[in-house]
């Protein structure tokens, strides 16, 4: 704890310059006596530490003592502190982790480059999680990333669509989408999906397993998302819309946004368009349509045209009362 708390104040040292005792005990959360007696010990070390009193002074290292970073270009740079999202990292158990190879790869940088990687950290931010959802908070995030990590199989108890089930899988890799933590994980032979929030219980066993050598978790994530898109619409359906209505079926999902957009109907002289989109069922369809109110008629097929015409006589009733 204390070399790595040592180590920090010197990247402090260096990506900072002068820095007083008072603010790298804020920094590093330990009192001002604590900062004394580590400089004094990275002073016995070798290290040129210089001290400046009065009211502006502070530690500082001796000019010229630095260690350069090479291999990067400054694009490169700005880019590792673009892609540090805080807070994966921190729900990982590796936020502390994060913020101090940031401050290193900081203190190793040409001077010239320090502001303009400070300036993207303050100036873009990375949030995953969708409009009006809180961040994903997985109870197990940080025991499967160490399965993950460690090559350890897992006894986990799973609540599916069949109901809770037990499961032994072997941990691939964790992936984070749409604000949601989901581990792809060898089961019966083959990878499989599992959403985390969905683990109710699990247990890390001592055995370990060969991990595929050829397995990209990337390449299978996109592959696996593709397979699951194209299950999912089953059917089609056709529909009017007014420009209001197609904009706001644009925002209903991506599968819709691709139909509005590769449609090539024109509007009648009343505004209204025709187009044929994918849908995943008559019910799912009639639920999503409705959200457009009266922008929106649904044409075929029959069934989901009754079935928005039934929901919507059901409503009127309710507040015709």
């Keep these: 704890m204390r070399a790595g708390r040592l180590l920090s104040i010197l990247m402090l040292l260096q990506s900072r310059g002068r820095v007083s005792a008072r603010d790298m005990a804020e920094e590093l959360e330990v009192s001002v006596r604590t900062i004394y007696r ?3 010990q990275l002073s016995g070390s070798g290290v040129p530490i210089t001290v400046e009193r009065g ?3 502070g530690f500082e290292l001796l000019d010229g003592w630095r260690t350069r970073l090479t291999g ?3 694009s490169e740079a700005q880019a590792v502190f673009m892609a540090g999202a805080p807070g994966p990292a921190a729900e990982l158990g590796l936020g502390d982790a994060a913020a101090s190879a940031q401050l290193k790869l900081l203190a190793a940088m040409p001077p010239e480059w320090q502001a303009d990687a400070r300036r993207v950290s303050s100036r873009f931010h990375l949030d995953p999680a969708g409009w009006y959802q809180s961040p994903s908070r997985e109870t197990h995030l940080p025991e499967v990333a160490r399965a993950v990590w460690g090559e350890r199989r897992l006894d986990i108890r799973y609540e599916s669509w069949k109901g809770i089930v037990e499961r032994r ?3 691939l890799g964790l992936v984070m989408k749409a604000g949601q933590w989901y ?3 060898n089961a019966a032979g083959e990878p499989r ?3 985390l929030s969905n683990i109710q219980g699990l247990k ?3 055995e370990t397993f060969k991990r595929p050598r050829r397995f990209d978790l990337a390449r299978h994530w996109a ?3 593709a397979r699951f898109e194209a299950g999912l619409y089953r059917g089609a359906a056709v529909i009017r819309v007014t420009a209001a209505g197609l904009k706001r079926l644009r925002e209903l999902s991506a599968a819709l946004a691709q139909a509005a957009d590769g449609s090539t109907a024109k509007p009648d002289k009343s505004g209204w368009a025709r187009l044929t989109i994918p849908i995943e069922s008559v019910d799912h369809a009639a639920l999503e349509l409705m959200r457009l109110g009266p922008e929106c008629e649904a044409i075929e097929p029959k069934e989901l045209r009754e079935r928005i015409a039934g929901r919507a006589k059901k409503i009127a009733a309710l507040y015709s009362r």
């Design 38 to 40: 580590d400089v004094d």
């Design 55 to 57: 009211s502006a002074g």
């Design 72 to 74: 990067f270009t400054p």
């Design 169 to 171: 899988i072997e941990p």
């Design 183 to 185: 581990v792809v994980a």
């Design 193 to 195: 999906t599992y959403k």
């Design 204 to 206: 890390i066993r001592a």
């Design 223 to 225: 592959a696996s998302i």
